[in-house]
């Protein structure tokens, strides 16, 4: 198992576990959904280091991306205090694996000088708050953004729940 940032070749296998992941969300939880990215907004995430994989016999089981800061989603985001784990999307052939815990393993040894790791989704999934929750998460509620414009298109309207973990 290694974890490396994405790369540019990546980008088809991204797409792929996005639509992949769309698909279950669409059979699991047909109140929401990712829409489709844009392939700008992955490119940028890439040349950023922002754009996360974890491999395993040279196969990408899961990716997830990062920001450092996210304001329209969490009021109180000075900017440099949190990381925040964005679309996470498990290869359907590795699914079933926990890859939310190691995510979580991970980003306490990436984060320096930060005081959370925070996640958000979309929609009221007791099943997924609860997942959140046993990877070590606090669920901190849900609530509507005041606003949605700029983000993803299942921000608009949706009910967002929010997931911290304070780190020391």
């Known amino acids: 198992m290694q974890i490396t940032n994405s790369n540019e070749n990546d980008i088809q296998e991204i797409f ?59 009021n109180d985001d000075d900017g440099h205090s949190s990381v925040y784990i964005h679309r996470i999307a498990t290869n359907p052939n590795f699914r079933g694996n926990n890859y939310v815990k190691l995510i979580v393993d991970w980003a306490k040894e990436f984060t320096e000088n930060k005081k959370h790791i925070r996640m958000d989704t979309c929609g009221e999934n007791q099943k997924l708050i609860q997942h959140y929750k046993n990877c070590g998460f606090e669920f901190l509620g849900i609530k509507k953004l005041d606003n949605a414009l700029g983000l993803p298109a299942h921000y608009h309207n949706a009910d967002v729940c929010y997931f911290e973990i304070k780190l020391n």
């Open 16 to 74: 792929r576990l996005y639509k992949l992941a769309t698909d279950f969300q669409k059979l699991k939880f047909p109140e929401n959904q990712w829409p489709e990215f844009d392939k700008e907004l992955i490119t940028k995430e890439i040349i950023e280091k922002r754009q996360y994989k974890l491999l395993i016999d040279d196969k990408i089981a899961c990716i997830w991306a990062i920001t450092y800061s996210d304001p329209q989603i969490w």
